[in-house]
């Protein structure tokens, strides 16, 4: 926690422990005291190994893995990586079907779960244990770049006729390995309850704000005026400006550095909105059906950024504003 001046600590105090919380119990024990200082590093990326058969041999490629992104490790992916289009998908059946057969042969192999294709064009589905275990896997992936969304206990991963073994393919089954690899392996079963209960309580109060899909609303995931307007409001709020790089459901936002891009993402993650970061570059979603006017999303990008300019993360405004707890 970075340290306040005596005037101001009582009144950031509570609204900080309360976010300090929030990210303790979502992230595995090792980064609870120290994700901080976590550096969004890479340790380079493994190579494929092949069975005898010829085949990918999933599970021999990674001894270790680089921190999560959720914890403030590198992104697996440099940009998204997204689902074909309808269009494409119906184009090529074949190729199709073989990348999706390959991606859940990959999970099969790195997890314990089972796997196979959705029913939606263009996702896998993987079943998870519990609801809780879908969503935790549904943030840690999407800001790992890769897009996931959850139906239930179904986790959907993306599928495409172009993707290929040692770039698309390898990139969903290594943010599934990952995930799967300190969900497993570094969260005890207490603090799995935990989360749940967590995430059920923020939905309680207002669901994940996630980015719109082409499947859901072809309009909304495009829809420019909606991301406009959003930009608009944040740079008003914050001063902050957008990126040109966009995505369909996705809206960028230019961050001074690294650091407070990775600090305002977790922030938002955990305030119930979902995000990401591509360099300096933090996505926010745009879903016209869960945040029709992308108010809980301005509310919350506004209310973490005065936080952050407040405790040092981001330089001073002339005027900074008062900051409200979170809800």
Known sequence: MPDLPTADLSRHQEPFEALDLRLRTILPPAYQDSYEDVKPVSMGSAGLKFAQDGKVAWDEIWGSFCDLAMAGGPPHKGTLLEPATPAALAAQPAPSRQVAQEICRGIRMVTYLAVEPFPAPGWIGVDCDTWGMAEWFLRAIVMENVSARCEGTMLC?????????????????????????????????????????????????????????????????LDCTLHNQIAAAIHHSTGLGHSSHQYPGWLGIECPDVSSAVWIMRALVASNVLARREATVLFVPVNKMLDPEGERTVQAVHRIHRFATEVGILPKNASPTELQGFH
């Open 157 to 221: 991963l993306p599928v495409g006729p172009a993707y290929r073994l040692e770039k698309e393919i390898k990139n969903v089954i290594t943010a599934v390995a990952k995930a799967f690899h300190y969900w497993d392996g570094h969260i005890p079963p207490s603090q799995k309850k935990t989360i749940a209960d967590l995430f059920r309580e923020m939905a309680s109060h207002s669901p994940l704000i996630q980015p719109a899909f082409l499947r859901h609303n072809s309009p909304d995931a």
